[in-house]
């Protein structure tokens, strides 16, 4: 809902007692998912199916006016799984966004405050594909940007990203890199030159600093009491290791218009990576003393990201590709080659149709002291749909989920299918009521 009003903005916009135009927003909604699960926590040999069922109200509100917007989201997501009630989970989701636009500059300004199932995040970038557990995720962002406008052709970006990720273990997986707290910061610059009304060039820099803890336990080496060799359960123990990661990104693009509709955007580069692992062991067995190592570790690689959207009266096509280095709940980065496609195909005016197609693949080899971990896995994803506008308010949507997933490690490959059912309500309230 929009309402146009007259209100004196406050001193957050930068603006003094005059009185500006407003369209206020509120937009209620709320959505309904059925989904039937053959394999929900995606295991080479999974022990059940599982129904689960999804009711997520949300608000969105805000206002919009001639220099500056606010935005702010919340959603509920209540999931439950029949049959399976200890994985019943209340997601909360809230969002803000705010710009505010000058002839010379603009500014930029998102937070993020994300309480989630591990169910829903391990499978992207950032997670470590182990979904046999649920786990509560927290994550917290904050991203704040200036953009200055040297001329008509050319201007500066300088931003920051903090990422703030932590895990509320259970006792019983207290200890494992599986589900390891990370923080992350980046500092970037972009400058950018508009060669012609289709073409633009620019220069990317970025500094990212990334620490994460994990802790290990279990595990055992031969040891040695008075020159004789312990067996390994003797000298089981825990082990906590702190990562410390710098990296320095450069990369060059180019944006380019083949017409109103059809765009390409590209950009490749190098990065530089320096990383500190510290590790400190506590064992079991008190006739062991608690030791403590640390190593260090110079890598590089490529990065690159390639968009290319197609837009049209009959619906849209989008195509995705990337490498990067990412944070991740495995305890340390991984590097991550991602493809993605998306299609819509409007049949009639009620009637639409699409397909999601995703390809990732992950790779992270750790080394605490003598004992190294390989976490790398390929997962792909697609999902055809099928979506028809019953009213203004209400549409319905039915689609069909292939999940598969390959870690190396251990050499098997899992496989998972999923049908969903939903029904989604957004009010059609008069935006003109002033």
Same mark, same amino acid.
């Given at each position: ?48 199916? !599982? ?12 206002? &919009? ?22 994985? !019943? ?31 829903? *995040? ?10 046999? *557990?649920?786990?509560?995720? &927290?994550?917290? /962002? ?11 052709? %050319? ?29 992350? =910061? ?44 312990? &067996? ?13 990661? *710098? ?7 180019? =944006? ?19 990383? #500190? ?6 064992? +079991? %067995? ?5 030791? #403590? ?13 390639? +968009? ?9 096509? !989008?195509?995705?590709?990337? =490498? ?12 991550? *080659? ?5 299609? %819509?195909? +409007?049949?009639?005016?009620?009637? /639409? ?31 055809? %749909? &099928?979506?028809? =506008? ?20 251990? !050499? ?23």
């Amino acid at each position: 809902m929009k309402i146009k009003t007259d209100f004196l903005l406050p001193a957050l916009v930068l603006c003094s007692g005059n009185s500006y135009a407003l369209d206020l927003l509120f937009e209620p909604d709320f959505s309904f998912k059925e989904r039937y699960d053959d394999n929900l926590r995606l295991q080479p040999d999974p022990i059940r199916d !599982n129904w689960v069922s999804t009711l997520s109200p949300a608000l969105t509100s805000g206002y &919009i006016s001639e220099n500056n917007d606010l935005t702010t989201k919340f959603r509920w997501n209540e999931l439950i799984y029949h049959g399976e009630s200890s994985l !019943n989970f209340s997601e909360k989701l809230a969002n803000l966004n705010h710009q505010f636009r000058h002839e010379l500059f603009k500014t930029d300004f998102g937070a993020s405050y994300l309480e989630q199932s591990s169910l829903s *995040t391990q499978l992207d970038e950032t997670g470590s594909g182990n979904l046999r *557990t649920q786990v509560p995720r &927290i994550s917290k /962002s904050l991203s704040p940007s200036f953009t200055y406008f040297l001329t008509e052709k %050319n201007s500066l970006q300088l931003s920051y990203n903090l990422t703030d990720v932590k895990f509320d273990r259970p006792e019983n997986i207290a200890s494992s890199n599986a589900f390891s707290d990370y923080k992350n =910061q980046q500092f970037s610059a972009i400058a950018t030159h508009a060669y012609s009304q289709r073409l633009s060039f620019n220069l990317i820099g970025s500094y990212s600093k990334f620490d994460s803890i994990s802790d290990i336990s279990g595990f055992g080496t031969v040891r040695k009491v008075a020159g004789f060799d312990v &067996i390994p359960f003797l000298s089981k123990g825990t082990t906590t290791y702190n990562q410390n990661s *710098t990296t320095l990104n450069y990369q060059a693009g180019l =944006q380019y218009a083949f017409s109103e509709q059809l765009q390409l955007s590209f950009s490749a580069g190098i990065r530089n990576t320096d990383t #500190e692992t510290v590790g400190h062991t506590i064992f +079991n %067995n008190p006739l062991f003393q608690s030791t #403590e190592f640390s190593q260090n570790s110079r890598t590089s690689g490529h990065v690159f990201s390639a +968009n290319l959207t197609q837009k049209s009266e009959w619906g849209s096509i !989008n195509l995705n590709a990337g =490498q990067q280095l990412n944070p991740a709940s495995s305890g340390t980065q991984q590097t991550s *080659t991602t493809f993605s496609a998306a299609a %819509n195909y +409007n049949l009639s005016e009620r009637w /639409s149709t699409g397909i999601n197609a995703n390809y990732l693949i992950a790779e992270t080899v750790s080394t605490f002291g003598d004992i190294s971990s390989s976490n790398n896995r390929t997962y792909a994803a697609i999902s055809p %749909n &099928i979506r028809w =506008q019953w009213t203004p308010e209400i549409n319905l949507d039915f689609s069909y989920s292939y999940r598969q997933q390959y870690f190396e490690s251990n !050499n098997q490959t899992a496989i998972g299918n999923s049908v969903q059912f939903q029904f989604s309500y957004q009010p059609q309230i008069n935006r003109q009521v002033k």
